[in-house]
């Protein structure tokens, strides 16, 4: 998979969200210099090859009111994790979930799971959700909580062309 | 401000994924029995009050070009604040959490090859005299955050 400038300018125009207009692929597109349907294969192109995961509505959770979320992590089966694991994505309450390795013997959890609630009490409810449904194949858990943003920063795009 | 059913409906279906075609609200307002002016405003005004942190593509970094991971390191409270910034002071931290476990200190780094993942915990490890431990994502389950409806 490779992406060209044209791409990398399509990147840069859009990263920021598209306009809120009837004919949004349009406007970007004139922006760039493009034609629409131009834009449209590329877009096609870069969601098909996976450089786009999707083009989605991203909700605020602490504007919804979820205030409280806590990073919970998981020792499942290992022959049970590719069943296991996205039934625990899908939940409604679980925004990020990744298989990731253990570090034994520090850490033997190999599931993560971002959950969120309207409080701490609501996320260890839902915690208990999770134990549920991985039952018998989750041999240990835990769950982390934020106490201080140390460092954000957002992800810089590269300006050099690939 | 408050959402009503519509507005959840529309988070809702809109975190699933929007179409690449010349008239997308369109066919979104088509899908969920709305007016396509309704829905242009809804969002317009769900943006304007944050409830929409973003709507548009989102990238793959690592699919555009370049390495990350997640790491963890367990420091003894007299020392964090030294750790921190020696970590702090890598461009390559992105973010860091300080978390409520024996692995207190919680960071992603993001360079351009794997090779550099490599290079930089071992010269973070070397700096402070603690273990980087490595979480590379293996693999991704579904990402989405549904509203209750």
Redesign the interface.
């Known amino acids: ?1 490779s ?1 060209d400038a044209t791409d990398r300018q399509i ?1 840069a125009a ?5 306009p ?7 406007a970007v597109a004139q922006e760039l210099g493009l034609g ?1 349907s131009e834009l ?1 294969d590329r ?2 192109a ?2 098909k ?13 602490y ?2 009111g979820m205030l409280a979320n806590g ?1 919970s992590v998981w020792d499942i089966e290992d022959e049970r ?2 069943d296991l ?2 039934q ?3 939940l ?10 253990r ?1 034994l013997p ?2 033997p959890y190999n599931l ?1 799971a971002m959950v ?1 609630g309207s409080d701490r009490d609501e996320v260890e409810a839902k915690r208990q959700e999770v134990a549920t449904l991985l039952g018998a194949a989750c041999r240990g858990s ?1 769950i ?10 957002g ?1 810089r ?2 300006s050099k062309e ?1 | 401000m408050t ?1 009503d059913a519509t507005d959840r409906l ?2 809702n279906h ?5 179409p ?7 066919v979104v307002a088509q899908e969920l029995g709305l007016d ?1 002016a309704d829905l ?1 405003a809804r ?2 005004r769900m ?1 304007t ?13 690592e ?4 390495a990350f991971c ?1 790491c ?1 390191m ?1 420091v003894p409270e007299e020392d964090f604040e030294a750790v ?1 910034t020696k ?2 002071a890598r461009p390559e ?11 207190n ?3 992603v780094l ?1 360079t ?1 090859t794997e090779e550099e993942i490599e290079a930089v915990a071992k010269s973070l490890e070397r700096e402070t005299g603690q273990r980087v ?16 409806a």
């Open positions: 998979m992406i990147i859009t990263q920021a969200g598209l809120l207009v009837p004919q949004p692929y349009a629409e449209c877009l096609r870069m969601q090859s996976g450089v786009i995961r999707r083009i989605a509505v991203a909700p605020n959770h504007a919804l990073m994790i590719a694991g996205p625990v994505g899908a409604e309450f679980v925004s990020h979930s990744y298989e990731r390795p570090a520090d850490w993560f969120h835990d982390l909580y934020s106490t201080r943003i140390l460092k954000k920063t992800l795009l590269r690939g | 959402l529309i988070l809109l975190q699933e994924g929007f690449i075609t010349p008239d997308p609200f369109h396509e242009l969002l317009e943006k009050d944050r409830i929409i942190t973003r709507f548009g593509p989102f990238f793959d970094a699919a555009m070009g370049g997640l963890a367990a921190l970590v702090n931290v992105a973010h860091n959490y300080e978390r409520s476990h024996h692995l200190m919680w960071f993001a351009e431990l490595r979480f590379p994502k293996l693999r991704e389950f579904f990402i989405r955050f549904r509203v209750a």
